[in-house]
């Protein structure tokens, strides 16, 4: 398998985190991919030209980060690392909805941001931030009513956690936990994981 991927990308995370914990990140190739770039090859991978994409032993492509997940997850891990269903099972889907949309809105206020100062959008920017400091309650209450009872760091856990790991690098600690100790604390023991710590965003990259 070939897993085509940049070292920053929060949803490429997802995909790397879920190989570590099914024990199987040694039969996938990285592809590290320029993004942006007239690359046929990734094209070819993905026609979106977006990261994550899996290319499968059978040779087909998959994507976007959530089929991957489930793929790996169905396909490698006897679907250990969702509920196949019960009320788990959408509160997770969920959860890692909320996580991909606090990334999505979080990459509109940055690129807003990015434009020269006379051209931004700033009521944009304040509504985009406003979605991400909402989302962030959600997922802080979500994980004070399910996850610490849960045996297994799942998908949803994996999500929020690439999530997470993308903002702090983005915008300091503080937007996170200043407001929510206890999603601070949760963040510390998933960072604590060993399929975390082989898949650090590089501030460099
Ligand atoms: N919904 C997609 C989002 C993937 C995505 O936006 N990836 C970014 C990198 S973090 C990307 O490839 N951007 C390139 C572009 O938009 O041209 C997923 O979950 O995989």
Known sequence: MRLRYTVNSPFARKARVVAHELG???SIELVSTALRTQD????ADNPIAK???LVTDEGFSLS?????MEYLNVVHGQGRLLAASGPQR???LTLISTADAVVEAAILARSETARPPEQQN???IEQEMAKVARGLDAIDKALEDDIPG???FG???IAVSSALGWLELRFGPELLFNTRPGLGAWWAQAMARPSMQATQPSPDA
């Open 51 to 53: 990261v994550p994409v």
């Open 122 to 124: 700033k009521l944009r």
């Open 90 to 92: 959408w509160k997770d």
């Open 24 to 26: 199987m990140a040694d």
């Open 40 to 43: 046929r090859a990734f094209w």
């Open 155 to 157: 998908l949803a856990g």
């Open 64 to 68: 976007d980060s959530n089929v991957i």
């Open 150 to 152: 849960q045996p297994v």
